[in-house]
T-cell receptor, first 112, second 113 residues
Framework: QKEVEQDPGPLSVPEGAIVSLNCTYS??????FMWYRQYSRKGPELLMY????GNKEDGRFTAQVDKSSKYISLFIRDSQPSDSATYLC????????????FGKGTLLTVNP | NAGVTQTPKFQVLKTGQSMTLQCAQD?????MYWYRQDPGMGLRLIYY???????DKGEVPNGYNVSRLNKREFSLRLESAAPSQTSVYFC????????????FGPGTRLTVT
């Protein structure tokens, strides 16, 4: 089993839809959980990070972490065509020497 | 504040040629990283440097060398390029102590023919 699993999609939704992106993981030592957005032919950019379990909201984006289920989610409300990108989850913790473990990314397209 | 910069943006090499990819950050971060990204493979860590003067192998170090020139700069060298090294290369940096979120450069698209 890979340490981090992420459905690669692709996911296609109409503008205004609520989008749910998810990752599961196997390493219970992970403490920090991050979401990156990567536009085509660009570098990944950090969207949000959370520590341990709980929710974090930033505008239209909400990150959720459920450590008991080893499951993290990113919700996008009122999705816009500009949200079309690949979304990668990443995790850190447990003496990894500052290394992040990335999911492979989910390709999202928001259609106008 | 430019963040993480990489040069060059694009490069075409012939098999056996060598080249160095340059990376610099202006965020005063201690840790720096080199990744390659290939379709269906995600981001794979090549080398990282937890602090100035130290480097460690990542998941796919074969065929690469790195130098942490100072706190700002971290270079990646391909001594004898192979077609399997055709990829997009990203440099990243992160602060410490945690949460160690990484900030990425714009990438270098390398083609080896």
């Amino acid at each position: 089993q890979k340490e981090v699993e992420q459905d690669p999609g692709p996911l296609s939704v109409p503008e205004g839809a609520i989008v749910s992106l998810n990752c599961t993981y196997s390493n219970s030592a992970f403490q920090y959980f991050m979401w990156y957005r990567q536009y085509s032919r660009k570098g990944p950019e950090l969207l949000m990070y959370t520590y341990s379990s709980g929710n974090k909201e930033d505008g239209r984006f909400t990150a959720q972490v459920d450590k008991s289920s080893k499951y993290i989610s990113l919700f996008i409300r009122d999705s816009q065509p500009s949200d079309s990108a690949t979304y990668l989850c990443a995790m850190e913790g447990g003496g990894s020497n500052y290394k992040l473990t990335f999911g492979k990314g989910t390709l999202l397209t928001v259609n106008p | 504040n430019a963040g993480v910069t990489q040069t060059p943006k694009f490069q075409v090499l012939k098999t056996g040629q060598s080249m160095t990819l340059q990376c610099a950050q202006d965020m005063n971060h201690n840790s720096m990283y080199w990744y390659r990204q290939d379709p269906g493979m995600g981001l794979r860590l090549i080398y990282y440097s937890a602090s100035e003067g130290t480097t460690d192998k990542g998941e796919v170090p074969n065929g690469y060398n790195v130098s942490r020139l100072n706190k700002r700069e971290f270079s990646l060298r391909l001594e004898s390029a192979a077609p399997s090294q055709t990829s997009v290369y990203f440099c990243a940096s992160s602060s410490d102590p945690g949460p160690y979120e990484q900030y990425f450069g714009p990438g270098t698209r390398l083609t080896v023919t």
